[in-house]
């Protein structure tokens, strides 16, 4: 065998060893990032199904009929 066939096997091996170490990096890291979206949108869906304050009346309408004071007449 020749010394130049032999290195040239080398560099091929580190090569595809440090690119499956990136790719080992860039999938634990979107792996990562998926998981922080899921938690994210998880919490974002339990805070819309949580049921919401009722909106506080004024102190202007308390006490009146529902039909009273709630719309108004602009036709001239």
Same mark, same amino acid.
Not at 2 to 17: F, P, Y
Not at 48 to 68: F, I, K
């Given at each position: 065998?020749?010394?130049? $066939?032999? /290195?040239?096997?080398?560099?091929?091996?580190? !090569?595809? +060893?440090?690119?499956?170490?990136?790719?080992?990096? $860039?999938? /634990?890291?979107?792996?990562q990032a998926l998981d !922080?979206? +899921?938690?994210?949108?998880?919490?974002?869906?339990?805070?819309?199904?949580?049921?919401?304050?009722?909106?506080?009346?004024?102190?202007?309408?308390?006490?009146?009929?529902?039909?009273?004071?709630?719309?108004?007449?602009?036709?001239a």
């Open positions: 065998m020749d010394i130049s $066939s032999m /290195a040239g096997v080398a560099t091929v091996t580190n !090569t595809m +060893a440090g690119s499956k170490t990136a790719n080992d990096a $860039s999938a /634990a890291s979107l792996n !922080t979206q +899921a938690q994210q949108a998880a919490e974002q869906v339990d805070q819309s199904l949580t049921p919401q304050q009722a909106p506080q009346e004024p102190s202007s309408t308390r006490g009146l009929p529902e039909n009273v004071g709630r719309n108004i007449n602009v036709t």
